[in-house]
């Protein structure tokens, strides 16, 4: 039988690695019991046990901005030296004007600096991440910030309901010298699969229940993770840890056992049981969790998926100065532990899924 041929990895000619990083959670809970409570008298099977709702006076902007402070704090740099703030997410707050200037003024990265907002459903941290490694690997920008954030929406009463959660992360990308992770090579896959789409002036999003696991989740990123192995000449165990996108808990753990790495090299970065699919910033967040536990010289796989679909995977590798910077900003654990619960009336009253006009 003929061996597949190496993926084509992605290499930027400068090295590069992320400088900081920083997550972001909301404090509001709404239990999955709550959800089961209202739409199916308390009978249905619980994907989640609760999920992250941000609140009134929240939003992409302000989450982004928050994770962003954690990211630049970890980093220990100047603001000014940013050259990109990139803004990945399914719920941007405006239509036109973009999130990420108003990001780039809070932290004082403007007025010099590259603003976009980017769009590729669960993904769209990932692409603004891997563009960053190459704004910055190839010698055009010192610095540039990668931001994955949702307000997740499902139409009242689906699935999605469950677990369509609020939060997200940044990443600031600098050189390796002075970096936290090394990022040794990238990899994406994409194909046109109608698993998940949102028209315009659409307020939720519709789902192709038939492709939502095959061909979209499992085909995409089984072929970025094992090109990406090919591609490297690794083997699952030469791994600490691997964060996969996290639609629901089951995925995660089915792909993850099918590429041959075990449950522990999964667990660290798994939080959607406790904060819910916060799509855009999903993979990314989860990478958060196994940053602040990582180890100097563990390797890491991280596969993020998007709807429509693709996914874009990448190999880190933890440096020394990892340890030495990690608690300048606070834990995503610490975001996790800190929660109010909310019921499902103030829920709605949170996410504007009561129209009064």
């Known amino acids: 039988m003929t061996e597949p041929e190496p993926a084509p ?21 709404l239990p999955a019991r709550e959800v089961a409570r209202v739409w199916h008298g308390g009978m249905a099977g619980l994907p989640v046990k609760e999920k992250a709702v941000a609140g009134l006076d929240e939003d992409v902007v302000t989450m982004s901005i928050e994770a962003a402070r954690n990211a630049l704090a970890r980093a220990d740099i100047d603001p000014s030296t940013i050259r990109a703030v990139w803004v990945g997410s399914e719920s941007h707050p405006y239509a036109v004007k973009p999130t990420s200037t108003l990001v780039a003024e809070a932290i004082g990265a403007t007025p010099y600096t590259q603003a ?17 490694i190459g704004f910055v ?12 954030m949702d307000i997740a929406q499902g139409r009242p009463g689906d699935a999605l309901e469950y677990t369509a959660a609020s ?13 936290l992770c090394l990022i040794e090579a990238s990899l994406s896959y994409a194909t046109d699969t109608p698993d998940f789409w949102r028209r315009a002036h659409e307020k939720y999003p519709e789902h192709g229940e038939r492709f939502t696991g095959e061909p979209a989740y499992f085909k995409h990123i089984t072929e970025a993770a094992e090109g990406m192995l090919r591609g490297m000449g690794t083997r699952p165990s030469d791994y600490a840890y691997v964060v996969f996108h ?28 406790l904060i819910g699919n916060t799509y855009a910033g999903s993979a990314l967040v989860g990478l958060t969790a196994v940053l602040d536990v990582a180890r100097p010289g563990d390797r890491i ?10 996914s874009d995977a990448f190999n880190l590798v933890a440096t020394e100065r990892l340890v030495e910077q990690r608690g300048r900003a606070p834990s995503t654990q610490s975001y996790i532990d800190r929660r ?3 019921d499902y009336a103030t829920y709605a009253r949170f996410r504007g899924k009561l129209a009064t006009t």
């Open 9 to 29: 990895l992605l290499r930027p000619v400068r090295q590069v690695g992320i400088a900081g990083y920083g997550a972001y959670i909301p404090r509001y809970r």
């Open 116 to 132: 976009a907002d980017w769009e590729f459903a669960c993904k769209a941290g990932t692409e603004a991440f891997q563009a960053a």
């Open 137 to 148: 690997g190839s010698g055009m920008a010192p610095h540039a910030l990668a931001i994955g």
């Open 167 to 179: 939060g997200g992360a940044a990443y600031l990308l600098g050189p390796a010298e002075t970096s």
């Open 246 to 273: 996290q639609p629901n808990t089951k995925f995660p753990q089915r792909i993850g056992k099918t590429l041959g790495f075990k449950p522990e090299q999964i667990a660290p970065g798994l939080l959607v049981p």
């Open 301 to 310: 796989l991280l596969v993020s998926y998007g709807s429509g679909a693709g």
């Open 340 to 342: 109010t619960e909310i």
